[in-house]
């Protein structure tokens, strides 16, 4: 059973915008346990980039803040990435999970920033 499933990445021009999605199992999406997004680039460590709690607090890594915003669709259990103003420094896979407990990753949605 797939418990978080990425979507929406792909190939955008430096200054572009993209909209991530993050389709979890209604238990995760429910879960008090804060829903967030990471990234990892090539020869990079994965990091956490935005976090969304259950009543919709929302934080954000200094170098994401003000370009992302992060979003919960309560009817869907779907949890969004919404990246404005992107960098060619955004590149990388990107992945949705719970912030504690058990993970789950598999193989994230691919965006590339580049002209």
């Known amino acids: 059973q797939v418990q978080v499933a990425e979507s929406g990445g792909g190939l955008v021009q430096p200054g572009g915008s993209l909209r991530l999605s993050c389709a979890a199992s209604?238990?995760?999406?429910?879960?008090?346990?804060?829903m967030g997004w990471y990234r990892q680039a090539p020869g990079k460590q994965r990091e956490l980039i935005a976090t969304?709690?259950?009543?919709?607090?929302?934080s954000y890594i200094q170098r994401v803040a003000g370009r992302f915003a992060i979003s919960r669709d309560y009817a869907n259990n779907t949890v969004y990435l919404h990246m404005n103003r992107l960098k060619p420094e955004d590149t990388a896979v990107y992945f949705c999970?719970?912030?504690?407990?058990?993970?789950?990753w598999g193989q994230g949605t691919q965006v590339t920033v580049s002209s």
């Open positions: 999970n719970p912030t504690d407990g058990p993970q789950y």
């Open positions: 209604r238990s995760i999406f429910t879960s008090t346990t804060p």
């Open positions: 969304i709690t259950l009543a919709g607090t929302t």
